[in-house]
C-alpha cells in the first residue's frame, strides 16, 4: 500500500536539469545524466525530486517558457529518457515531482502563433488580448516581473497581450474553460506516465481580473523589496488585480480533483507574493480538496534567519490552521544561494542546514546545497539569464546559482561535461565536489546525509507538532512531539555562547543526532553555533 500522506514533512531535491549533469557532451545537462546521477540523490536520503522544466522550449527563460508541454526539448532527451528516469527514480524510492508552468507559454507555443493571428480564431481568446487606450498606451499599470510593462503591442493582432514575465511568454487566459480543460489534460497526460506530482509555477499568477483594474501604487515605506531586487519597480504596487484573483480557488479545486484520480500524488505550488503570500497560502491549502503544500518564500529573501524570525514565521505559518502545510527552502534556481545571501560563516552552514531539516513542514534542498556551494560570480560577459543582463550591474540576476555541480575535483569541468559548460563552473566549487566529499568522512556532504537520515527516523521532526521554546537573535529552540517522542532542539545563532533554559522535565542527549551528545551542564551554556537534541 502507497502511503497517500509521504509528502507530510518530506525533504524534496530540486534538481536544475540544464546544471546537473550532461551525458552527450553539449555542454548541457540532460534527463540521461540526471539518471546516471540518481544514485547521489538516493543516497542523500530524500524523499523525491522535483525537476525544473524539461519540456520543448526556445529557452528564452531556460525552459519556463514552453512550446509544448507534452515533449521533452531535444536538448534534454527524449520522452523515452523520462520514462527511464521515472523507472530508475522508483527503483531507487524516490518520487517524482515535474515543473508545470500553466501561468503562461512561449510566444513560441501554437497556441500562442494562432491566437496571435487574429480576433476570431479558435485559440483567440486563449490569451490575455486588450485594445491600447485612445492614445495608444498600455491597457493599464500592470508591469512585468522581469522588467517594463506587463503589456506588448502585438502588430499583428493590433492588441495588447499581457505578460506577467518576460515578452517572450504570454500569459494564458484562464478564464476561458477551453484552457482550464487543456492544462488539466497535460496534467493528466504526465499522471499517465507516472509522475507523482507537481510544483506548480507562480501558481497565484493564474488568473487576471477581467476588468483590468490598476494596481494601487504603495508608498515609499511599504514597498515591497523581497522576492526581486529592490530596482525593479514591480515592487513598488500592491498586486491585487495581476495576480490572487479569488477565481482561482475553484481551478485549484479541479485541479486537485484530478490529483486524486491518482494515488499517492502530490501538489506544491509556488506562492510569490511578499505582501500576502501567507494569507493567499493559507487560502491554496485550506482543506483536501486543495492544493497539498505551498512552497514559501519567508527564507529565500536577503532577510537574515534570526532565531526570533524564524520562531515568528513558523508561528504564522501555524495559525493558518492544522491543514496548511509549508514547504520550506533555504536555497533555489532563481535566489543567490543562502550561504553567500546571509554572509554565513563557516561554523553557522551545518547550523542552519539542521535548523531548516528540523521545521515543521516539508523541505526543499537545490542542488548543491548539500555541498555547501556559495554563490558563483558569473561576468557580464557570460550572463545568460535575461533579467540579469537587464539590470546589471544592480541585480546581477539568476546565474550564481546555475552554474554547474561539481562531482569530481581532478576531472574536466568538474565532471559535470567534457564540453564547455553554458554557464562557467567555478574553480573554488572543485574543492566540493561530490567525490571528494564523499572521501572526507566530516564533509558537509557527509553530514546532510546523517542530517537527512535523522530527520527520516524521528517521526517528531517528520511530521510532530511545533512549539516554540525560547526566541532571541542569538537562541532559537522548539520542541517536536509526536506520539512518544518529544524531541527537545535548540540552536545557537551566534560566535558567542548562549545561555539556554531547558523545558522542565529530564532530558537526555539523542545519541543518533549529527551533534556531538552532550548532556547540558548545570551552567545550561551552548557553544557557538552549537546543535542539541534530546528526547524526553
Ligand atoms: O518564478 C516566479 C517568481 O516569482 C520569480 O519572479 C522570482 O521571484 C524571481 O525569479 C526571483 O528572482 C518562477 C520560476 O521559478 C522562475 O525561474 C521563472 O523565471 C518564472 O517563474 C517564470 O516562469
Ligand atoms: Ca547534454
Redesign the pocket.
Known amino acids: 500500500a502507497q502511503d497517500r500522506d509521504w509528502w507530510r514533512g518530506a525533504v524534496i531535491y530540486q534538481i536544475y536539469p540544464r546544471s546537473f549533469q550532461d551525458s552527450n557532451g553539449d555542454g548541457i545537462g540532460d534527463l540521461a545524466g540526471i539518471i546516471q546521477r540518481l544514485p547521489h540523490i538516493a543516497e542523500l536520503g530524500v524523499d523525491a525530486i522535483w525537476i525544473s522544466p524539461f519540456f520543448r522550449s526556445p529557452m528564452v527563460?531556460f525552459g519556463?517558457d514552453v512550446s509544448d508541454y507534452r515533449d521533452v526539448d531535444q536538448i534534454f532527451g527524449t520522452l523515452g529518457d523520462f520514462d527511464a528516469l521515472i523507472e530508475r527514480a522508483h527503483q531507487l524510492g524516490l518520487k517524482v515531482l515535474i515543473d508545470l508552468?500553466l501561468s503562461?507559454t512561449s510566444e513560441q507555443h501554437a497556441w500562442f502563433r494562432e491566437s496571435r493571428s487574429g480576433p476570431d480564431n479558435a485559440k483567440s481568446d486563449w490569451y490575455v488580448w486588450a485594445d491600447a487606450k485612445p492614445d495608444g498606451t498600455q491597457p493599464n499599470n500592470w508591469l512585468s516581473?522581469f522588467g517594463g510593462p506587463a503589456w506588448e503591442w502585438s502588430t499583428e493582432r493590433q492588441q495588447y497581450y499581457l505578460h506577467n514575465?518576460l515578452v517572450e511568454?504570454p500569459d494564458l487566459n484562464l478564464h476561458n474553460p477551453d484552457v482550464q480543460d487543456e492544462l488539466l489534460n497535460i496534467v493528466r497526460f504526465w499522471l499517465d506516465r507516472g509522475v507523482d506530482g507537481f510544483r506548480l509555477?507562480?501558481v497565484n499568477l493564474y488568473f487576471h481580473d477581467p476588468e483590468l483594474r490598476n494596481n494601487p501604487v504603495l508608498p515609499i515605506g511599504e514597498r515591497n523589496e523581497i522576492?526581486?531586487p529592490s530596482v525593479n519597480p514591480y515592487n513598488w504596487q500592491d498586486h491585487l488585480y495581476d495576480k490572487n484573483r479569488p477565481e482561482n480557488l475553484a481551478f485549484l479545486k479541479r485541479l486537485r480533483a484530478v490529483l486524486d484520480e491518482y494515488p499517492a500524488t502530490t501538489s506544491v505550488g509556488?506562492v510569490?507574493d511578499a505582501q500576502r503570500g501567507l494569507a493567499i497560502q493559507s487560502q491554496y491549502t485550506s482543506g483536501d480538496d486543495m492544493l497539498h503544500m505551498c512552497y514559501d518564500f519567508a527564507f529565500l529573501s536577503g532577510t537574515y534567519p534570526s532565531g526570533d524570525r524564524v520562531a515568528d514565521v513558523l508561528d504564522t505559518f501555524g495559525e493558518l490552521g492544522p491543514e496548511s502545510w509549508a514547504c520550506w527552502a533555504f536555497s533555489n534556481?532563481?535566489?543567490m544561494r543562502h550561504i553567500s545571501r546571509w554572509e554565513l560563516p563557516k561554523p553557522a552552514a551545518r547550523t542552519f542546514a539542521a535548523l531548516l531539516l528540523s521545521l515543521r513542514g516539508s523541505v526543499c534542498l537545490y542542488q548543491g546545497e548539500e555541498l555547501g556551494l556559495s554563490e558563483a560570480y558569473v561576468p557580464f560577459e557570460e550572463l545568460q539569464d535575461p533579467?540579469g543582463i537587464r539590470f546589471w550591474p544592480k541585480y546581477h540576476g539568476?546565474d550564481g546559482c546555475r552554474t554547474p555541480i561539481p562531482w569530481v575535483h581532478d576531472g574536466v569541468n568538474g565532471g559535470f561535461s567534457t564540453a564547455k559548460p553554458w554557464l562557467p563552473l567555478p574553480v573554488d566549487h572543485l574543492e566540493h565536489a561530490v567525490a571528494r566529499q564523499t572521501e572526507d568522512w566530516d564533509s558537509m556532504l557527509r553530514f546532510y546525509r546523517k542530517m537527512i537520515g535523522y530527520r527520516q527516523s524521528r517521526e517528531a521532526l517528520r511530521t510532530g507538532s511545533f512549539e516554540v521554546i525560547e526566541r532571541r537573535p542569538e537562541l532559537l529552540s522548539f520542541i517536536r512531539r509526536s506520539g512518544n517522542e518529544t524531541l527537545f532542539c535548540a540552536f545557537a545563532l551566534s560566535d558567542e555562547p548562549q545561555a539556554i533554559s531547558l523545558p522542565p522535565g529530564r532530558w537526555q542527549a539523542d545519541d543518533s543526532a549529527p551533534f556531538r551528545a552532550t548532556l547540558l551542564g548545570p551552567e545550561r551554556v551552548l557553544e557557538p553555533w552549537q546543535v542539541v537534541y534530546a528526547l524526553k
Open positions: 527563460d519556463y508552468v503562461h516581473i514575465f511568454q509555477d507562480t522576492l526581486t509556488e510569490s534556481h532563481d535566489v533579467y539568476r
